[in-house]
């Protein structure tokens, strides 16, 4: 990778996906074959959680411990960071310990601003804008079930937030069409669409209707109404989102083999009915799986 950094799919190219992609399809391999791959050996990943974290944490943790390193674990309860540190002294205090730093939180600019001030590696591992690294194993996932990524159609249903963002970037770059569908007001961020806009070999489409959006789609991804820290907004977001279902109806106007990624915790009955999740669950725990080796990954490729 010619990045020092994990920031977001918008500074990474087709080839550097492709790399990451490749290395964890390696990586996997290993693991499961009882392999040895410590090559993060005697290395330390600071992990800042402004945010809570199943999948994240687990997967980080538990991906150095499997290349030889160590992750070492900080919320906002524990630390300076939440007592109103400046991002800029934390990132250069962690530089002199450690030799990464993924970090979990709100602002797409606090991530920012901890790659600009520190001089180690950092993992943005998801903000309010962007969520590179489920992107990553979601396309991982595909491959592995597609054989391929370039051609297909994927498709999202539901609230333009970081993970429409992320899906909307990664597929475009990987040469995949794209449709998104989501209510007036809820739609993904301008810098992202104005990038869609400027893409020649690729087609995205956004709209307001669920079942033109998955017509032909080769994949459809769905996430929750109201994410962490909307829940105050569930009420509102319920009504809003009334007809952006990922149902059999749905599913009907995709291809016949279509997949069906979700980046979980899933709400059955709201966001994806019971049913569409449970036929699609080995597709859907491929992909939670498949965030241990994506991200080993790109530790591996940023931090060697």
């Given at each position: 990778?010619?990045?020092?950094?994990?920031?977001k799919?918008l500074?990474l190219?087709?080839?550097?996906?492709?790399?990451?992609?490749d290395?964890?399809?390696?990586?996997?391999?290993?693991?499961?074959?009882g392999?040895?791959?410590?090559?993060l050996?005697?290395?330390?990943l600071?992990?800042?959680?402004?945010?809570?974290?199943?999948?994240?944490?687990?997967s980080?943790?538990?991906g150095?411990?499997?290349?030889?390193?160590?992750?070492?674990?900080?919320?906002?309860?524990?630390s300076q960071?939440?007592?109103g540190e400046?991002?800029?002294?934390?990132?250069?205090?962690?530089?002199?310990?450690c030799?990464?730093?993924?970090i979990?939180?709100f602002?797409?600019?606090e991530v920012?601003?901890?790659?600009?001030?520190?001089?180690?590696?950092?993992i943005?591992?998801?903000?309010?804008?962007?969520?590179?690294?489920?992107?990553?194993?979601?396309l991982?996932?595909?491959?592995?079930?597609?054989?391929?990524l370039e051609?297909l159609?994927?498709?999202?249903?539901?609230d333009?937030?970081?993970?429409?963002?992320?899906i909307?970037?990664?597929?475009?770059?990987?040469?995949m069409?794209?449709?998104?569908?989501?209510?007036?007001?809820?739609?993904?961020d301008?810098?992202?669409?104005d990038?869609?806009?400027s893409?020649?070999?690729?087609k995205?489409?956004?709209?307001?209707d669920?079942?033109?959006a998955?017509?032909?789609a080769?994949?459809i991804f769905?996430?929750?109404w109201?994410?962490?820290?909307?829940e105050?907004e569930?009420?509102e977001?319920?009504k809003?989102f009334?007809?952006y279902?990922?149902?059999?109806?749905?599913?009907?106007a995709?291809?016949?083999?279509?997949?069906?990624?979700?980046?979980?915790?899933?709400?059955r009955?709201?966001e994806?009915?019971?049913?569409?999740?449970e036929?699609h669950?080995?597709e859907?725990?491929d992909?939670?799986?498949?965030?241990?080796?994506?991200?080993?990954?790109v530790?591996?490729?940023?931090?060697?």
């Open positions: 990778m010619n990045n020092k950094h994990l920031l799919l500074d190219s087709r080839e550097e996906i492709h790399e990451i992609l290395l964890a399809d390696q990586l996997k391999y290993d693991q499961k074959h392999i040895p791959h410590e090559v050996k005697g290395k330390t600071a992990m800042i959680f402004s945010k809570n974290s199943t999948r994240t944490r687990v980080f943790e538990v150095m411990f499997q290349l030889g390193g160590h992750a070492l674990f900080l919320s906002n309860a524990v960071i939440g007592r400046p991002v800029q002294d934390t990132a250069r205090v962690l530089s002199r310990y030799d990464g730093i993924m979990r939180t602002e797409q600019q920012e601003d901890l790659a600009k001030y520190g001089s180690i590696p950092v943005n591992g998801l903000t309010d804008f962007c969520h590179p690294c489920q992107v990553l194993a979601d991982m996932t595909i491959r592995e079930h597609k054989a391929k051609g159609k994927i498709c999202y249903i539901g333009g937030n970081n993970m429409a963002n992320s909307i970037v990664g597929g475009l770059k990987c040469g069409d794209v449709s998104v569908a989501s209510p007036s007001g809820y739609q993904p301008q810098q992202v669409k990038f869609a806009a893409v020649t070999d690729a995205f489409v956004l709209t307001g669920p079942v033109e998955a017509r032909d080769d994949v769905t996430d929750v109201a994410s962490m820290g909307q105050q569930k009420a977001r319920e809003a009334a007809g279902q990922v149902n059999d109806k749905l599913m009907a995709a291809k016949p083999d279509c997949m069906v990624q979700h980046c979980l915790p899933a709400h009955g709201e994806i009915t019971e049913e569409v999740f036929a669950a080995g859907i725990f992909e939670a799986e498949n965030r241990l080796h994506a991200q080993k990954a530790m591996a490729l940023l931090m060697k």
